[in-house]
């Protein structure tokens, strides 16, 4: 068994990291961090400098904080000795991914970049899918409601957050790891709000594939809570449609409805975790936060 920490207990690590780790056979909780008070089955440290201090024998964190604070956290955590599953994003920039990286290899540990929606039971059969065809068109579109997922997170809006960008790029991991071929920024439009310093809704255009076929992404977390949008949608030759929906939990082409297993994402996560500890790589794809980095530097921008 592996034993883990996790650094940053909020709704995320609540609902998806603990009880996948719960259900892990490869994975043995034994701590967490968090600088506010948490009650948990396990002993709960203000700081990662606490946890070492107290002795208790960790092999491996999965830091769960805002991305802000993921790269520092990262390098105390890799500089201890430990594999270090990061959340999505990984960090802010890929300067700071790169070093962790360069880091992690030097210290011979693990890190990984946790896309928890390319693991979404219905991934492997789109890439199986679109082996041999390239799409005419892509459209996305994924919209829901920041409040309802993350109520009263006000590190969403600040300074160097991403914003919608903060659930937009789960469709966009998706989108690169489906992808036959690199997917290139064209140009987006940002809309801010009130005093907020990040954006809260985003169209972008994008391009891919061998005939460079056109991509638009639609994005939007000050949508109505209950009707909310998690689609991709690839318009294929003569016609043809392959359509995901509800993030990845129900995958269509044209009428057929294509059967899939229960999507267990952050299962996946877990599992692929414990395999880059085991055969001693990582995994550290930054294609989604490039897309992102390019749309904040460049996107026009809107003050609403």
């Not at 400098?49 to 805002?66: F, K, N, R, W, Y």
């Not at 799409?135 to 914003?163: C, F, M, Q, Y």
């Not at 790589?281 to 936060?289: K, N």
């Amino acid at each position: 068994m592996i034993r883990i920490a996790v650094i940053g207990v909020g709704h995320i690590a609540r609902h998806e990291h603990l009880p996948a780790l719960k259900q892990s056979p490869s994975f043995d909780l034994v701590a967490a961090v968090s600088p506010v008070p948490v009650d948990l089955s396990v002993p709960v440290f203000e700081s990662i400098a606490a946890l070492m201090e107290s002795g208790i024998a960790v092999d491996a964190v999965a830091i769960c904080t805002p991305p802000d604070r993921r790269y520092m956290l990262a390098r105390e955590a890799i500089e201890a000795g430990w594999h270090v599953l990061l959340e999505k994003p990984p960090t802010l920039t890929r300067s700071q991914a790169q070093a962790l990286r360069d880091l992690a290899r030097s210290e011979g540990v693990t890190i990984f970049a946790a896309w928890h929606s390319v693991y979404a039971s219905a991934i492997p059969r789109i890439r199986s899918l679109l082996s041999d065809i390239d799409p005419v068109s892509i459209a996305i579109t994924w919209k829901e409601n920041a409040d309802k997922w993350h109520p009263g997170a006000d590190w969403l809006w600040r300074p160097g957050a991403l914003g919608v960008f903060d659930a937009g790029i789960n469709a966009l991991s998706i989108l690169t790891v489906t992808n036959a071929e690199p997917v290139v920024f064209q140009e987006a439009r940002l809309d801010f709000y009130g005093d907020q310093q990040a954006p809260a809704r985003a169209e972008l255009s994008l391009t891919g594939g061998r005939t460079a076929c056109p991509i638009t992404a639609s994005f939007d977390w000050r949508h109505d809570p209950a009707s909310e949008i998690w689609e991709i949608r690839w318009s294929l030759p003569e016609g043809d449609t392959l359509c995901l929906a509800k993030g990845g939990a129900h995958l269509s082409r044209g009428e057929h409805v294509i059967p899939l297993e229960e999507s267990r994402e952050y299962a996946g996560v877990y599992r692929h975790f414990a395999q880059l500890i085991d055969t001693g790589e990582s995994s550290l794809d930054l294609r989604p936060l490039d897309l992102v980095s390019e749309a904040l530097a460049y996107g026009a921008r809107r003050r609403h």
